[in-house]
């Protein structure tokens, strides 16, 4: 079961940054956040993650609260390629396979 | 490029018919997954493999079969077993062991039984 709750859509205009929040309260120690997104039709695209400390990547940035139980996963930029799912999902790190929970997203609409 | 390649993109098959769905990776990855997604639902794990020669079943993993003869591949064969196959089948891997396993994804195969 997905230990993760997102609203389950989100509008923003193009141009604008996109900011997409996750709780995520009953979050362990050891694990990690991670956010990927899907396009219709496409296979899950990594985007980022974070374990306490705040992340940015050339595609997005991770701010996590300081008691660790949300999150918040910016695109500052946001273009109409960025219309997709947005997974937020919680999960020990360096643990070997194991398998990816993805729960509903939020089904995120850049507008032009 | 390195990536995570799926072939076909789409498969249509009679039923009762096995099909096998390719999936190759340049990642010099260890671990390789195979995922089912149907409409509107969430991603449910198939099989995994840490390694050459070994893999595990994962949450659904009845009516499928897999081997992993290569690190590169890890193919998926549905067999006429499987009661609901026609779904989107995503293929991943990541680094293993890691402190960074980070799933990557393939594009998917669509795979519709008529």
């Known amino acids: 079961d997905a230990k993760t709750t997102q609203p389950p859509s989100m509008d923003c205009a193009e141009g604008r940054a996109a900011n997409l929040p996750c709780n995520h309260s009953?979050?362990?120690?050891?694990?990690?956040v991670y956010w990927y997104r899907q396009i219709h039709s496409q296979g899950p695209q990594y985007i980022i993650h974070g374990l306490k400390n705040n992340e940015t990547n050339e595609m997005a940035s991770l701010i996590i609260t300081e008691d660790r139980k949300s999150s918040t996963l910016i695109l500052p930029h946001a273009t109409l390629r960025d219309t997709a799912v947005y997974y937020c999902?919680?999960?020990?790190?360096?643990?070997?396979?194991?398998?990816?929970?993805f729960g509903q997203g939020t089904r995120l609409t850049i507008n032009p | 490029d390195g990536g995570i390649t799926q072939s076909p993109k789409y498969l249509f098959r009679k039923e009762g018919q096995n099909v096998t769905l390719s999936c190759e990776q340049n990642?010099?990855?260890?671990?390789m997954y195979w995922y089912r997604q149907d409409p509107g639902q969430g991603l449910r794990l198939i099989y995994y493999s840490q390694i050459v020669n070994d893999f595990q079943k994962g949450d659904i993993a009845e009516g499928y079969s897999v081997s992993r003869e290569k690190k590169e591949s890890f193919p998926l064969t549905v067999t006429s077993a499987q009661k609901n196959p026609t779904a989107f089948y995503l293929c991943a891997s990541s680094m293993f062991p890691a402190s960074s396993d980070t799933q990557y994804f393939g594009p998917g195969t669509r795979l519709t039984v008529l």
């Open positions: 009953t979050i362990s120690g050891n694990e990690y």
């Open positions: 999902i919680v999960r020990v790190g360096g643990q070997g396979a194991q398998k990816l929970v």
């Open positions: 990642l010099n990855h260890d671990a």
